[in-house]
Nanobody, 124 residues
């Protein structure tokens, strides 16, 4: 059974950092493009970042460029999202995704497998 399990969410003050993790079971992440989406209350789900199956290309939403970094650890079959300089507008549920299209424009992204999500709240 293919499964993605996110962790690392929580409550953080503006300007703080969090490092989200997503561990896959039932398949090898290295073979797929993987990424992160988020959904804020009352808003549509949006792509945040993704990394190609080769690991040679990473893409980010304009709103997080320079603040978020996606990476993968093949040995742990895990993908990470390091989030720095967090702002209240980064609040939302963050979803790990795998097996799809990781292109330059987030509007073109498409992923088959989704995790259950982890909550990130940025508030003072």
């Amino acid at each position: 059974q293919l499964q993605l399990v996110e962790s690392g969410g929580g409550l953080v003050q503006p300007g703080g950092s969090l490092n989200l993790s997503c561990t896959a079971s039932g398949f090898v992440l290295n073979y797929y493009s993987i990424g992160w989406y988020r959904q804020a209350p009352g808003k549509e789900r949006e792509g945040v970042s993704c990394i190609s199956s080769s690991g040679g290309r990473t893409n980010y939403a304009d709103s997080v460029k320079g603040r978020f970094t996606i990476s993968r650890d093949s040995a742990k079959n895990t993908v990470y999202l390091q989030m720095n300089s967090l702002q209240p507008e980064d609040t939302g549920t963050y979803y790990c995704v795998a097996d799809g299209v990781c292109s330059t424009h987030t509007s073109s992204w498409y992923f088959t497998h989704w995790g259950q999500g982890t909550q990130v709240t940025v508030s003072s």
